[in-house]
Protein backbone atom coordinates (compact mmCIF):
# COMPACT_ATOMS: atom_id res chain seq x y z
CA UNK A 1 0.00 0.00 0.00
CA UNK A 2 1.51 3.11 -0.76
CA UNK A 3 1.31 5.72 1.84
CA UNK A 4 0.17 9.10 1.01
CA UNK A 5 1.89 10.96 3.71
CA UNK A 6 1.95 14.55 2.38
CA UNK A 7 -0.28 17.41 2.73
CA UNK A 8 -1.73 19.03 -0.21
CA UNK A 9 -0.11 22.31 0.79
CA UNK A 10 3.15 20.33 1.22
CA UNK A 11 2.59 19.16 -2.45
CA UNK A 12 1.93 22.60 -4.07
CA UNK A 13 4.99 23.93 -2.44
CA UNK A 14 7.32 21.41 -3.74
CA UNK A 15 5.42 21.43 -6.84
CA UNK A 16 6.81 25.27 -6.70
CA UNK A 17 10.59 24.65 -5.03
CA UNK A 18 11.29 21.43 -7.23
CA UNK A 19 8.98 20.74 -10.03
CA UNK A 20 7.28 23.60 -12.69
CA UNK A 21 6.54 26.40 -10.60
CA UNK A 22 5.43 28.72 -13.46
CA UNK A 23 2.62 25.63 -13.76
CA UNK A 24 2.18 25.04 -10.40
CA UNK A 25 1.22 29.18 -9.86
CA UNK A 26 -0.47 28.89 -13.10
CA UNK A 27 -3.42 26.79 -11.88
CA UNK A 28 -3.37 28.90 -8.81
CA UNK A 29 -4.38 31.93 -10.43
CA UNK A 30 -7.04 30.50 -13.06
CA UNK A 31 -8.33 29.44 -10.00
CA UNK A 32 -8.03 25.50 -10.44
CA UNK A 33 -6.88 24.98 -7.25
CA UNK A 34 -6.61 20.93 -7.64
CA UNK A 35 -4.28 18.52 -6.79
CA UNK A 36 -5.02 14.77 -8.00
CA UNK A 37 -5.78 12.37 -5.25
CA UNK A 38 -7.82 9.43 -5.83
CA UNK A 39 -9.37 8.51 -9.55
CA UNK A 40 -12.04 6.13 -10.26
CA UNK A 41 -13.97 5.73 -13.67
CA UNK A 42 -14.54 8.66 -14.95
CA UNK A 43 -13.95 10.70 -11.80
CA UNK A 44 -11.08 12.51 -10.00
CA UNK A 45 -10.64 13.81 -6.89
CA UNK A 46 -8.21 16.46 -5.73
CA UNK A 47 -6.49 15.63 -2.45
CA UNK A 48 -9.33 17.25 -0.07
CA UNK A 49 -11.48 15.27 -1.81
CA UNK A 50 -13.61 17.63 -4.03
CA UNK A 51 -14.84 15.20 -6.78
CA UNK A 52 -14.67 16.01 -10.69
CA UNK A 53 -16.25 14.61 -13.41
CA UNK A 54 -13.64 14.09 -15.93
CA UNK A 55 -14.24 15.07 -19.14
CA UNK A 56 -10.42 16.24 -20.20
CA UNK A 57 -9.35 12.55 -20.21
CA UNK A 58 -5.87 13.47 -20.95
CA UNK A 59 -7.07 13.92 -24.27
CA UNK A 60 -8.59 10.69 -24.15
CA UNK A 61 -5.85 8.73 -22.47
CA UNK A 62 -8.75 7.65 -19.89
CA UNK A 63 -10.96 7.19 -22.82
CA UNK A 64 -11.58 3.48 -20.87
CA UNK A 65 -11.89 5.51 -17.18
CA UNK A 66 -9.40 5.95 -14.59
CA UNK A 67 -8.04 2.90 -13.52
CA UNK A 68 -9.81 0.35 -15.81
CA UNK A 69 -10.10 -2.97 -13.71
CA UNK A 70 -9.71 -4.82 -17.14
CA UNK A 71 -6.82 -3.03 -17.79
CA UNK A 72 -5.10 -3.68 -15.00
CA UNK A 73 -5.84 -7.02 -14.39
CA UNK A 74 -4.12 -7.39 -18.35
CA UNK A 75 -1.29 -5.67 -16.38
CA UNK A 76 -1.40 -7.36 -13.72
CA UNK A 77 -1.33 -10.81 -15.28
CA UNK A 78 1.73 -9.55 -17.62
CA UNK A 79 3.85 -8.64 -14.29
CA UNK A 80 4.05 -12.70 -14.01
CA UNK A 81 5.81 -13.44 -17.30
CA UNK A 82 6.94 -9.89 -18.75
CA UNK A 83 9.31 -6.79 -17.96
CA UNK A 84 10.04 -3.93 -20.39
CA UNK A 85 12.17 -6.55 -22.58
CA UNK A 86 14.57 -5.99 -24.93
CA UNK A 87 14.17 -3.82 -27.58
CA UNK A 88 16.22 -5.30 -30.37
CA UNK A 89 14.77 -8.86 -30.27
CA UNK A 90 11.03 -10.31 -31.64
CA UNK A 91 9.09 -10.61 -28.40
CA UNK A 92 5.63 -12.04 -27.99
CA UNK A 93 3.98 -8.79 -26.78
CA UNK A 94 5.57 -6.62 -29.53
CA UNK A 95 4.75 -9.26 -32.26
CA UNK A 96 0.93 -9.62 -31.27
CA UNK A 97 0.38 -5.97 -30.83
CA UNK A 98 1.50 -5.39 -33.80
CA UNK A 99 -0.64 -7.51 -35.11
CA UNK A 100 -3.60 -6.44 -33.79
CA UNK A 101 -2.86 -3.11 -34.72
CA UNK A 102 -1.88 -3.88 -38.42
CA UNK A 103 -5.59 -5.78 -38.12
CA UNK A 104 -7.29 -2.70 -36.65
CA UNK A 105 -5.84 -0.16 -39.33
CA UNK A 106 -6.57 0.91 -42.60
CA UNK A 107 -5.03 -1.71 -45.12
CA UNK A 108 -3.10 0.85 -46.21
CA UNK A 109 -0.64 1.13 -43.18
CA UNK A 110 1.31 -2.22 -41.86
CA UNK A 111 3.78 -2.31 -39.62
CA UNK A 112 4.37 -0.97 -36.01
CA UNK A 113 7.18 1.18 -35.01
CA UNK A 114 6.69 1.37 -31.03
CA UNK A 115 7.07 4.02 -28.76
CA UNK A 116 6.69 5.86 -25.61
CA UNK A 117 5.07 9.09 -26.67
CA UNK A 118 2.50 10.64 -29.28
CA UNK A 119 5.29 13.10 -29.79
CA UNK A 120 8.35 10.69 -30.31
CA UNK A 121 5.38 8.36 -32.93
CA UNK A 122 5.39 11.90 -34.63
CA UNK A 123 8.73 11.51 -35.08
CA UNK A 124 9.15 8.31 -36.34
CA UNK A 125 6.57 9.15 -38.48
CA UNK A 126 8.66 12.23 -39.95
CA UNK A 127 11.51 9.93 -39.84
CA UNK A 128 10.13 7.25 -41.93
CA UNK A 129 8.49 9.95 -44.79
CA UNK A 130 11.66 11.24 -45.11
CA UNK A 131 13.59 8.02 -45.61
CA UNK A 132 11.06 7.17 -48.04
CA UNK A 133 10.69 10.10 -50.03
CA UNK A 134 14.40 11.39 -49.39
CA UNK A 135 12.70 14.92 -48.97
CA UNK A 136 13.04 17.19 -45.77
CA UNK A 137 10.28 19.39 -45.88
CA UNK A 138 7.63 18.66 -43.44
CA UNK A 139 3.91 20.57 -43.91
CA UNK A 140 1.05 20.52 -41.47
CA UNK A 141 -1.76 22.40 -40.00
CA UNK A 142 -1.97 26.01 -38.21
CA UNK A 143 -2.48 25.95 -34.76
CA UNK A 144 -2.40 21.85 -34.83
CA UNK A 145 -0.67 20.10 -32.62
CA UNK A 146 1.54 17.06 -32.20
CA UNK A 147 3.62 17.41 -29.44
CA UNK A 148 6.62 18.59 -27.91
CA UNK A 149 9.60 16.82 -28.87
CA UNK A 150 12.38 16.97 -31.66
CA UNK A 151 10.80 17.41 -34.93
CA UNK A 152 6.65 17.25 -33.20
CA UNK A 153 7.34 20.26 -31.96
CA UNK A 154 8.52 22.29 -35.37
CA UNK A 155 5.15 21.33 -36.63
CA UNK A 156 3.22 23.74 -33.82
CA UNK A 157 2.51 26.49 -32.77
CA UNK A 158 5.54 28.92 -32.20
CA UNK A 159 4.32 29.57 -28.46
CA UNK A 160 5.82 25.94 -27.78
CA UNK A 161 8.87 25.66 -30.81
CA UNK A 162 9.89 29.49 -30.34
CA UNK A 163 10.99 29.47 -26.88
CA UNK A 164 13.28 26.45 -27.32
CA UNK A 165 14.47 28.25 -30.53
CA UNK A 166 13.12 24.91 -32.41
CA UNK A 167 11.16 26.04 -35.53
CA UNK A 168 13.95 24.33 -37.90
CA UNK A 169 15.63 25.87 -40.20
CA UNK A 170 13.66 28.68 -42.66
CA UNK A 171 11.65 26.86 -45.39
CA UNK A 172 11.66 23.09 -43.76
CA UNK A 173 8.37 23.15 -41.64
CA UNK A 174 5.55 25.37 -43.34
CA UNK A 175 1.76 25.62 -41.34
CA UNK A 176 -1.13 26.20 -44.57
CA UNK A 177 -4.71 26.95 -42.97
CA UNK A 178 -7.20 24.05 -42.12
CA UNK A 179 -9.48 23.67 -44.80
CA UNK A 180 -7.92 25.68 -46.89
CA UNK A 181 -6.74 23.30 -50.53
CA UNK A 182 -5.43 26.04 -52.33
CA UNK A 183 -2.58 26.66 -49.35
CA UNK A 184 -1.94 23.41 -49.33
CA UNK A 185 -1.60 22.59 -52.98
CA UNK A 186 0.63 26.05 -53.05
CA UNK A 187 3.01 23.91 -50.26
CA UNK A 188 2.98 20.68 -52.41
CA UNK A 189 3.33 21.40 -55.98
CA UNK A 190 6.94 21.80 -55.79
CA UNK A 191 7.11 18.13 -54.93
CA UNK A 192 9.77 18.96 -52.16
CA UNK A 193 7.44 18.02 -49.29
CA UNK A 194 8.48 14.27 -47.89
CA UNK A 195 4.75 14.51 -45.31
CA UNK A 196 1.62 16.66 -44.26
CA UNK A 197 1.19 15.59 -41.07
CA UNK A 198 -2.63 16.24 -39.74
CA UNK A 199 -4.73 15.66 -36.91
CA UNK A 200 -8.21 14.93 -38.39
CA UNK A 201 -9.98 17.09 -36.26
CA UNK A 202 -7.40 19.27 -34.81
CA UNK A 203 -7.59 19.22 -30.88
CA UNK A 204 -5.74 21.58 -29.36
CA UNK A 205 -7.23 24.03 -32.06
CA UNK A 206 -10.85 23.33 -30.64
CA UNK A 207 -11.78 20.61 -32.86
CA UNK A 208 -13.13 22.36 -35.62
CA UNK A 209 -14.04 19.89 -38.16
CA UNK A 210 -12.75 18.85 -41.28
CA UNK A 211 -14.78 20.61 -44.70
CA UNK A 212 -16.75 18.08 -46.77
CA UNK A 213 -13.73 16.54 -49.05
CA UNK A 214 -11.09 18.68 -47.74
CA UNK A 215 -9.01 15.67 -45.99
CA UNK A 216 -9.76 13.53 -49.44
CA UNK A 217 -8.53 16.06 -51.48
CA UNK A 218 -5.57 16.37 -49.32
CA UNK A 219 -4.76 12.60 -50.01
CA UNK A 220 -5.08 13.01 -52.99
CA UNK A 221 -2.79 16.18 -53.52
CA UNK A 222 -0.41 14.14 -51.52
CA UNK A 223 -0.33 11.44 -53.84
CA UNK A 224 0.12 14.28 -56.81
CA UNK A 225 3.02 15.74 -55.49
CA UNK A 226 4.86 12.32 -54.07
CA UNK A 227 4.15 13.48 -50.32
CA UNK A 228 3.33 11.08 -47.48
CA UNK A 229 -0.03 11.15 -45.89
CA UNK A 230 0.45 10.77 -41.81
CA UNK A 231 -2.99 10.74 -40.26
CA UNK A 232 -2.01 12.23 -36.08
CA UNK A 233 -4.88 10.28 -34.80
CA UNK A 234 -3.96 10.42 -31.29
CA UNK A 235 -7.31 12.24 -30.11
CA UNK A 236 -9.57 11.05 -32.66
CA UNK A 237 -8.16 7.26 -32.92
CA UNK A 238 -9.80 4.25 -30.36
CA UNK A 239 -13.28 4.59 -31.43
CA UNK A 240 -13.07 8.42 -30.19
CA UNK A 241 -15.11 9.32 -33.31
CA UNK A 242 -17.60 5.96 -33.56
CA UNK A 243 -15.20 4.38 -35.75
CA UNK A 244 -11.99 3.29 -34.54
CA UNK A 245 -10.55 5.56 -36.57
CA UNK A 246 -11.27 9.67 -37.29
CA UNK A 247 -9.71 8.93 -40.56
CA UNK A 248 -12.61 6.69 -41.00
CA UNK A 249 -14.99 9.25 -41.70
CA UNK A 250 -13.44 11.02 -44.21
CA UNK A 251 -12.72 8.10 -47.03
CA UNK A 252 -8.65 8.27 -46.64
CA UNK A 253 -6.22 5.75 -46.63
CA UNK A 254 -2.97 7.62 -44.80
CA UNK A 255 0.36 6.34 -45.13
CA UNK A 256 1.15 6.90 -41.70
CA UNK A 257 -1.41 6.99 -38.91
CA UNK A 258 -0.39 7.39 -35.00
CA UNK A 259 -2.02 6.67 -32.21
CA UNK A 260 -0.83 6.90 -28.41
CA UNK A 261 -2.50 8.31 -25.15
CA UNK A 262 -5.87 6.04 -24.81
CA UNK A 263 -3.30 2.94 -26.17
CA UNK A 264 -1.78 3.16 -22.97
CA UNK A 265 -5.11 2.41 -21.19
CA UNK A 266 -4.03 5.26 -19.09
CA UNK A 267 -2.20 2.48 -16.99
CA UNK A 268 1.23 1.82 -19.10
CA UNK A 269 2.87 4.47 -21.66
CA UNK A 270 2.24 2.70 -25.59
CA UNK A 271 3.06 4.89 -28.46
CA UNK A 272 2.36 3.39 -32.26
CA UNK A 273 3.19 4.70 -35.81
CA UNK A 274 1.60 2.26 -38.17
CA UNK A 275 3.68 2.96 -42.04
CA UNK A 276 2.66 1.52 -45.02
CA UNK A 277 5.38 -1.05 -46.88
CA UNK A 278 6.71 2.35 -48.76
CA UNK A 279 6.90 4.17 -45.68
CA UNK A 280 8.44 1.09 -43.77
CA UNK A 281 11.23 0.81 -46.73
CA UNK A 282 13.97 1.70 -43.57
CA UNK A 283 13.25 -1.52 -41.92
CA UNK A 284 14.26 -3.98 -44.84
CA UNK A 285 17.98 -1.70 -45.19
CA UNK A 286 18.67 -1.20 -41.88
CA UNK A 287 16.04 -2.49 -39.04
CA UNK A 288 18.26 -0.92 -36.65
CA UNK A 289 18.34 2.55 -37.65
CA UNK A 290 15.83 3.25 -35.13
CA UNK A 291 15.64 2.49 -31.69
CA UNK A 292 13.71 3.02 -28.45
CA UNK A 293 14.29 1.35 -25.57
CA UNK A 294 11.02 1.66 -23.61
CA UNK A 295 9.25 2.21 -26.72
CA UNK A 296 7.15 -1.33 -27.23
CA UNK A 297 7.95 -2.41 -23.42
CA UNK A 298 5.99 -5.92 -23.47
CA UNK A 299 4.34 -4.66 -20.35
CA UNK A 300 2.98 -1.94 -22.63
CA UNK A 301 2.07 -4.24 -25.04
CA UNK A 302 -0.05 -6.80 -23.35
CA UNK A 303 -2.02 -3.00 -22.26
CA UNK A 304 -2.31 -2.06 -25.60
CA UNK A 305 -3.96 -5.16 -26.92
CA UNK A 306 -6.57 -5.41 -24.52
CA UNK A 307 -7.38 -1.84 -25.02
CA UNK A 308 -7.58 -2.47 -28.15
CA UNK A 309 -9.73 -5.52 -27.85
CA UNK A 310 -12.20 -3.21 -25.29
CA UNK A 311 -12.32 -0.28 -28.03
CA UNK A 312 -13.80 -2.50 -30.92
CA UNK A 313 -15.92 -4.57 -29.02
CA UNK A 314 -19.77 -4.15 -30.60
CA UNK A 315 -21.08 -3.31 -26.89
CA UNK A 316 -18.76 -0.08 -26.90
CA UNK A 317 -19.26 0.85 -30.33
CA UNK A 318 -22.84 1.34 -29.53
CA UNK A 319 -22.37 2.69 -26.27
CA UNK A 320 -20.49 5.62 -28.13
CA UNK A 321 -22.93 6.18 -30.30
CA UNK A 322 -25.82 6.35 -27.39
CA UNK A 323 -23.43 8.83 -25.73
CA UNK A 324 -22.87 10.66 -28.46
CA UNK A 325 -26.26 11.54 -29.35
CA UNK A 326 -27.76 11.85 -25.80
CA UNK A 327 -25.08 14.15 -25.10
CA UNK A 328 -25.47 16.15 -28.27
CA UNK A 329 -29.17 16.50 -27.39
CA UNK A 330 -29.10 17.60 -23.61
CA UNK A 331 -26.10 20.13 -24.78
CA UNK A 332 -28.38 21.62 -27.66
CA UNK A 333 -30.92 21.93 -25.28
CA UNK A 334 -28.95 23.96 -23.16
CA UNK A 335 -27.80 26.11 -26.10
CA UNK A 336 -30.77 26.94 -27.16
CA UNK A 337 -31.16 28.32 -23.95
CA UNK A 338 -27.90 30.75 -23.74
CA UNK A 339 -27.21 30.93 -27.31
CA UNK A 340 -26.26 34.41 -27.42
CA UNK A 341 -22.83 32.79 -25.85
CA UNK A 342 -22.74 29.40 -25.78
CA UNK A 343 -22.95 29.66 -30.06
CA UNK A 344 -22.13 25.95 -31.10
CA UNK A 345 -21.03 22.54 -30.80
CA UNK A 346 -18.44 20.84 -32.99
CA UNK A 347 -18.82 17.11 -32.64
CA UNK A 348 -17.42 14.04 -34.49
CA UNK A 349 -18.90 10.94 -31.87
CA UNK A 350 -17.90 11.87 -28.68
CA UNK A 351 -14.86 14.45 -29.81
CA UNK A 352 -16.84 17.37 -28.99
CA UNK A 353 -16.06 20.86 -28.77
CA UNK A 354 -18.30 23.84 -27.01
CA UNK A 355 -18.41 26.81 -29.07
CA UNK A 356 -19.19 30.39 -26.76
CA UNK A 357 -19.02 33.59 -28.19
CA UNK A 358 -15.87 35.46 -27.71
CA UNK A 359 -11.65 34.81 -26.80
CA UNK A 360 -11.50 33.59 -23.46
CA UNK A 361 -14.63 32.39 -22.95
CA UNK A 362 -14.08 28.85 -22.77
CA UNK A 363 -11.29 30.01 -19.65
CA UNK A 364 -14.53 31.47 -17.90
CA UNK A 365 -16.86 28.07 -18.66
CA UNK A 366 -13.75 25.97 -17.47
CA UNK A 367 -13.63 27.91 -14.20
CA UNK A 368 -17.44 27.68 -14.15
CA UNK A 369 -17.44 23.75 -14.93
CA UNK A 370 -14.68 23.62 -11.95
CA UNK A 371 -16.54 24.77 -9.36
CA UNK A 372 -19.70 22.51 -10.94
CA UNK A 373 -17.32 19.55 -10.29
CA UNK A 374 -16.82 19.10 -13.69
CA UNK A 375 -13.30 18.97 -15.60
CA UNK A 376 -12.95 20.36 -18.78
CA UNK A 377 -10.05 22.38 -20.25
CA UNK A 378 -10.45 25.22 -22.85
CA UNK A 379 -8.52 24.85 -26.07
CA UNK A 380 -5.25 26.43 -25.90
CA UNK A 381 -5.20 27.54 -29.40
CA UNK A 382 -8.46 28.59 -29.87
CA UNK A 383 -10.26 30.36 -26.07
CA UNK A 384 -13.42 30.58 -27.34
CA UNK A 385 -13.78 26.46 -27.67
CA UNK A 386 -13.57 24.34 -24.50
CA UNK A 387 -12.63 20.79 -25.11
CA UNK A 388 -15.99 18.39 -24.10
CA UNK A 389 -14.48 14.90 -24.25
CA UNK A 390 -16.37 11.86 -22.68
CA UNK A 391 -15.61 8.75 -22.17
CA UNK A 392 -16.39 5.93 -24.36
CA UNK A 393 -17.87 3.89 -21.14
CA UNK A 394 -20.51 6.41 -20.03
CA UNK A 395 -24.00 5.88 -18.69
CA UNK A 396 -27.39 7.88 -18.84
CA UNK A 397 -26.83 8.02 -15.18
CA UNK A 398 -23.20 10.17 -15.55
CA UNK A 399 -24.64 12.16 -18.77
CA UNK A 400 -27.58 13.08 -16.97
CA UNK A 401 -25.74 14.68 -13.98
CA UNK A 402 -23.04 15.82 -15.83
CA UNK A 403 -25.52 17.79 -18.48
CA UNK A 404 -27.39 18.91 -15.18
CA UNK A 405 -23.78 20.44 -14.20
CA UNK A 406 -22.86 21.91 -17.07
CA UNK A 407 -26.31 23.99 -17.87
CA UNK A 408 -25.23 25.54 -13.99
CA UNK A 409 -21.90 25.84 -15.00
CA UNK A 410 -23.00 27.53 -18.01
CA UNK A 411 -25.55 30.16 -16.66
CA UNK A 412 -22.76 30.88 -13.98
CA UNK A 413 -20.29 31.76 -16.47
CA UNK A 414 -22.88 33.34 -19.04
CA UNK A 415 -24.07 35.88 -15.97
CA UNK A 416 -20.51 36.98 -15.21
CA UNK A 417 -19.56 38.51 -19.14
C1 LIG B 1 -3.07 15.30 -31.55
C2 LIG B 1 -1.86 15.08 -30.69
N1 LIG B 1 -0.73 14.58 -31.25
C3 LIG B 1 0.37 14.35 -30.52
C4 LIG B 1 0.40 14.64 -29.17
C5 LIG B 1 1.65 14.39 -28.37
O1 LIG B 1 1.49 13.35 -27.47
P1 LIG B 1 2.40 13.25 -26.16
O2 LIG B 1 1.98 14.32 -25.23
O3 LIG B 1 2.10 11.87 -25.65
O4 LIG B 1 3.81 13.38 -26.60
C6 LIG B 1 -0.73 15.15 -28.55
C7 LIG B 1 -0.74 15.47 -27.11
O5 LIG B 1 -1.60 16.09 -26.56
C8 LIG B 1 -1.90 15.38 -29.33
O6 LIG B 1 -3.01 15.89 -28.79
Not at 148 to 173: C, K, T
Amino acid sequence: MIKLDIGKEEVLQKSIDWWNPGKTRQWQEDGIDFVMGKREGYYIYDMHGKRLMDLHLNGGTFNLGHRNQEVIQALKDAFDEFDIGNHHFPSIGRAKLAEALGRSTPKSVRYTIFGCGGSEAIDAAIKCARYATKRKKVVSIQNGYHGHSGLAVSLGHIRYSGPFLSQGEPGLFKQVPFNDLAAMENALYEEDVACVVIETVPATYGFPLPEEGYLKKVKELCERYGTLYVADEVQTGLMRSGKMWGIEHYGVDPDILVTAKGLSGGIYPITATVVSEHAAGWMNEDGLAHISTFGGAELGCVVGEKVLEICQRPEVVKNVEYVSRYLRTGLERIRQNYSDYFIGIRQLGVIMGLEFREKDDAKDVMRAFYDNGVWAIYSMLDTKVLQFKPGLLLDKTYCDELLERCEKGIKEAARKR
